[in-house]
C-alpha cells in the first residue's frame, strides 16, 4: 500500500488532513530520509526549518524522485524547493510556487515568519511577506490604499528583519511610505480584519492533491550516491520499528557505539567486507559462488589487476602491503591472510563512501543492534544533564590525547598501529574514531558494558545472527 505524507507547521495551523495522509512536523535536513519510502509513494512539503537546524536540501528531494517517489511543495519551502527543482520532477501547487517560479518574487524570506512551537500550534508572531503583498493587493482592490502606497510598504518592509513584519507595525514606517502614522495604522488594522492568507490556501490545494486517489505522475532523476549523500543517508537512517518523528539516535549512533567498543567487531565487519567483494566478483566477473567469500575476494583483486595470483606471484609485488598490516601481521600469517586484511582495510563502497551501509544492513535486525541503539541512547541523554561532580569528563573537554589513549587501551593495541585498528572497525583514522567515541566515553574503561555488544556473525548468505 502506498504511503503519503504531509510536512506542516505555521502555514495552516490546526488542519487536519484526511485520513491516509500522515501529518509531520516542519521539515528539516534528513527528515526526508528518514521516511520509509518507496516507489509509488508521496509526499507533499509546506513547511520547514532552516534557521537554527539545517534547512532540507535539494539533493535529499532528487535523492527521493529517483526512489520514484513523487515529492509535492506549496505555500513555503515546499514552494521554494519545487521552484528550484520543478525541471528536475517536483511537484509545486498554488500561487506563491507560482510566482516564484516566474521571478516574481525571488528573495527565501517571503514566505518566512517568527512562529511558537509545535505545542502552541505554531502560534505565528509575525505575518510572511506573501501574505502582506496579497493583503495589500486585496486592500487596493477594496479602495482602501493606493497602488503605489501598498509598493512602498511592501518595499520598507522588506528591509525589515521577518520577525519584526506585521500589520501593526505600519505605522512605524510612516517617514520611509511618506505617509501619516494614523493613516498606516488605519490600514494595517484593516489588513488585520480582511488577511489573505495565501500560505494557507496554498497548502490546502496541495492536501487536495496529496489525497487525490491517483498520485502524481513521477519523473525520476538519476542522483550519484555522493560521499555526501551516502552520509545523510546513514545517519537518516532508523531502527526497524521507529516511526519518524520517535527522535533518539539514529541506527548510525548505534554501529558508532559498536564500533567503538566491541571486541569483535572487525572480524564481523571483514567477514561483510569480504562478503560484499565475493558478491561483486560473481556479479561482475561471471564467477560462480562458492561459499568462501574470503578466497572469492582475494581471486577478484587479482581478476581486477589489483595484484598478482598469490599462488605465483613474487614477494616483491606484493611490498604494497606493507604499510597495511602491522608488524605482527607483516611478519607472520599467510599472503592470503594478508590480502584478506589489505582488503577489508582499504574497501570504500566509492571512493570516499565508507562500508557503514553494508554495516547497518548486516546488523539491522539482530537485537544487538537494538541493545547498541539503547546503550547510545542512554549515554547521549546523559550528557544532556549538567556534569555537576565531574566536569572534567564533558566529552567536549576530555582532550584528544585522553581518548586516544582510552581507545587503545580499549582495543589493546599499539599507539603507532591504532589507525589501522581504527580501519579494522571503519574508521578512517584514529582521529575519526575518537570524536566517534566521545559520546560514549564513559564505556571505554567498562568492561561490563562492552560484553552487551557482541556483533553478529554474517551468513554466507548475506544474511546475520547474533552470536550466542
Keep these: ?25 516542519p521539515i528539516a535536513a534528513g527528515d526526508l530520509l528518514a521516511l520509509p519510502l518507496a516507489e509509488g509513494d508521496t509526499v507533499g512539503i509546506v513547511d520547514g526549518y532552516f534557521h537554527h537546524v539545517r534547512a532540507v536540501p ?60 509545535a505545542e502552541s500550534d ?38 525589515v528583519p521577518y520577525p519584526r513584519r506585521s500589520f501593526r507595525r505600519f505605522a512605524e514606517l510612516a517617514d520611509t511610505v511618506g505617509v501619516g502614522a494614523g493613516e498606516l495604522r488605519a490600514l494595517g488594522e484593516h489588513c488585520a480584519r480582511h488577511r ?14 496529496l489525497a487525490a486517489a491517483e498520485p502524481p505522475a513521477v519523473t525520476r532523476c538519476p542522483v550519484p550516491r555522493t560521499v555526501y ?52 566478483c560473481a556479479d561482475s566477473c561471471g564467477r560462480p559462488p562458492t561459499g568462501d567469500d574470503a578466497a572469492m575476494a582475494v581471486a577478484h583483486g587479482v ?15 606484493f611490498a604494497f602491503l606493507r604499510p597495511w598490516l602491522t608488524g605482527q601481521e607483516a611478519s607472520g600469517g599467510s ?37 547498541a541503539h539503547d546503550a547510545a541512547a542512554s549515554c547521549l541523554r546523559s550528557h544532556e544533564e549538567p556534569e555537576q561532580q565531574r566536569p572534567e569528563f564533558d566529552p567536549v573537554r576530555l582532550s584528544r590525547e585522553e581518548l586516544a589513549e582510552r581507545l587503545t587501551a580499549r582495543w589493546g593495541c599499539l599507539p603507532a598501529e591504532a589507525d589501522l585498528h581504527a580501519l579494522d572497525r571503519g574508521f ?6 575518537v570524536e566517534a567515541a566521545r559520546p560514549y566515553h564513559r564505556l571505554l574503561a567498562n568492561d561490563s558494558a562492552a560484553s552487551t555488544v557482541t556483533p553478529p556473525t554474517p551468513d554466507p548468505d548475506g544474511s546475520s545472527h547474533a552470536r550466542p
Design 335 to 371: 599472503l592470503r591472510d594478508r590480502l584478506e586484511l589489505f582488503l577489508s582495510r582499504s574497501f570504500e563502497l566509492d571512493p570516499g563512501i565508507p562500508a557503514d551501509t553494508l554495516l547497518l544492513d548486516a546488523f539491522e535486525h539482530t537485537p544487538l543492534l537494538a541493545r
Design 428 to 433: 578512517e583514522s584514529l582521529d575519526a574514531a
Design 303 to 317: 581478476h581486477c589487476g589489483v595484484y598478482p595470483d598469490p599462488a605465483t606471484g613474487r614477494e616483491n609485488e
Design 196 to 209: 489573505e492568507d495565501v500560505k494557507r490556501a496554498d497548502t490546502l490545494a496541495l492536501v487536495e492533491r
Design 1 to 25: 500500500m502506498t504511503k503519503r505524507y504531509l510536512f506542516l507547521g505555521p502555514s495552516a495551523p490546526g488542519l487536519t488532513p484526511p485520513p491516509g495522509i500522515t501529518l509531520l512536523p
Design 229 to 280: 549523500l551516502a552520509a545523510w543517508e546513514d545517519r537518516a537512517r532508523r531502527l526497524p520499528g521507529v516511526q519518524p518523528g520517535d527522535g533518539g539516535p539514529g541506527a548510525l549512533a548505534a554501529l558508532r557505539l559498536l564500533q567503538v567498543l566491541s571486541d569483535d567487531l572487525p572480524a564481523a565487519r571483514r567477514s561483510v567486507v569480504l562478503a560484499s567483494i565475493a558478491r561483486e
Design 122 to 159: 505554531y502560534r505565528a508572531m509575525s505575518e510572511p511577506l506573501v501574505v502582506v503583498r496579497a493583503t495589500l493587493s486585496r486592500a487596493v482592490r477594496d479602495g482602501a490604499c493606493d497602488e503605489g502606497t501598498a509598493e512602498r510598504i511592501v518595499d520598507a518592509l522588506r528591509a
Design 58 to 117: 535539494h539533493k535529499e528531494i532528487l535523492a527521493v524522485l529517483d526512489r520514484g517517489v513523487a515529492v509535492l511543495g506549496a505555500a513555503s519551502m515546499g514552494a521554494l524547493r519545487a521552484a528550484e527543482l520543478d525541471t528536475f520532477g517536483m511537484h509545486g501547487i498554488g500561487r506563491i510556487y507560482r510566482d516564484y517560479r516566474d521571478g516574481r518574487i525571488d528573495a527565501d524570506d517571503e514566505v518566512t515568519l517568527l512562529h511558537g512551537p
